[in-house]
C-alpha cells in the first residue's frame, strides 16, 4: 500500500542552521505530496505542496521538490529560526476519482534552540 | 475564504461518558470531511471521512462513531469513553479528488479521567 517515511527525530538545531528532514513515499500511482507543519498544541496547517515531478514547493523559507526517481520529497530551510520550532509531517495524496485521503509520515519534531 | 471550526478545544470526561466533538466549515459546499486521531507524541490516524451528507467511511474499528447531519456539519461521538480515548482529535476537509490539500481545524484535546 501507500507509505510515507520520514526521518526520525527530534531535531535539534541552533538558530541559523540549515535544515533537511528527509522524506520518501510509495505509491501505486501518480501522488501530490504535501508538507504540513503543527505548532505546539495547534492543528496541522499546510506548508507546501507539490503536485507532479520535478516541481518545487516554497512557503516561508521552506522548500521541497517533487522527485519521483528517487520517490522523495525532501524539507529544507537554509536558515531556520526559534519560531521554526514544530512537529513536521509529510504526507502523499494519490490523484485520480475516490481519491479522498493523505497518507502521512509519522512526523518529526523540530527544536531551534536561540 | 474558507473556515473550520470544531469544539470543545480541551475536554475532560470521566470513563463511560459520552462524547460529542462538533466541526462545522464554512464557506465552501459539499465538502469531504475527515476526523483525525493524534495521540501524544505520535503520528496522525484517520477515524472517518464522509464525501456526503450521510455517507460515512470508518478506517479503524472502536467505540467511536461519526455522523454527518449537514453538508458543513461532522460530528464525531461515543456512547462510552475509555481511557485509551484520550488523545488530539483534529477534524480536517477538502473538496474534490486528485490529491487536493486536505485543511484542519484547530483541534480538541480530550482527556479521559
Known amino acids: 500500500g501507500d507509505s510515507v517515511t520520514q526521518m526520525e527525530g527530534p531535531v535539534t538545531l541552533s538558530e541559523e542552521a540549515f535544515l533537511t528532514i528527509n522524506c520518501t513515499y510509495t505509491?501505486?500511482?501518480?501522488?501530490?505530496l504535501f508538507w504540513y507543519v503543527q505548532y505546539p498544541g495547534e492543528g496541522l496547517q499546510l506548508l507546501l505542496k507539490a503536485t507532479k515531478a520535478d516541481d518545487k514547493g516554497s512557503n516561508k523559507g521552506f522548500e521541497a521538490t517533487y522527485r519521483k526517481e528517487t520517490t522523495s520529497f525532501h524539507l529544507e530551510k537554509g536558515s531556520v529560526q526559534v519560531s521554526d520550532s514544530a512537529v513536521y509531517f509529510c504526507a502523499l495524496s494519490l490523484s485520480g476519482a475516490g481519491s479522498y485521503q493523505l497518507t502521512f509520515g509519522k512526523g518529526t519534531k523540530l527544536s531551534v534552540i536561540p | 475564504s474558507q473556515t473550520i471550526h470544531q469544539w470543545p478545544a480541551t475536554l475532560v470526561q470521566p470513563v463511560g461518558s459520552p462524547l460529542s466533538l462538533e466541526c462545522t466549515v464554512e464557506?465552501?459546499?459539499?465538502?469531504?470531511l475527515y476526523w483525525y486521531r493524534q495521540a501524544a507524541g505520535r503520528g496522525l490516524q484517520l477515524l472517518f471521512y464522509s464525501v456526503g451528507i450521510g455517507q460515512i467511511s470508518s478506517e479503524v474499528p472502536q467505540n467511536l462513531s461519526a455522523s454527518r447531519p449537514q453538508d458543513r456539519q461532522f460530528i464525531l461521538s461515543s456512547k462510552k469513553l475509555l481511557l485509551s480515548d484520550s488523545s488530539f482529535y483534529l477534524c480536517?476537509?477538502?473538496?474534490?479528488?486528485?490529491?487536493?490539500?486536505?485543511?484542519f481545524g484547530e483541534g480538541s484535546w480530550l482527556t479521559v479521567v
Open positions: 505509491a501505486t500511482g501518480y501522488p501530490s
Open positions: 464557506g465552501t459546499s459539499n465538502p469531504n
Open positions: 480536517a476537509w477538502s473538496v474534490g479528488t486528485s490529491g487536493n490539500t486536505i485543511y
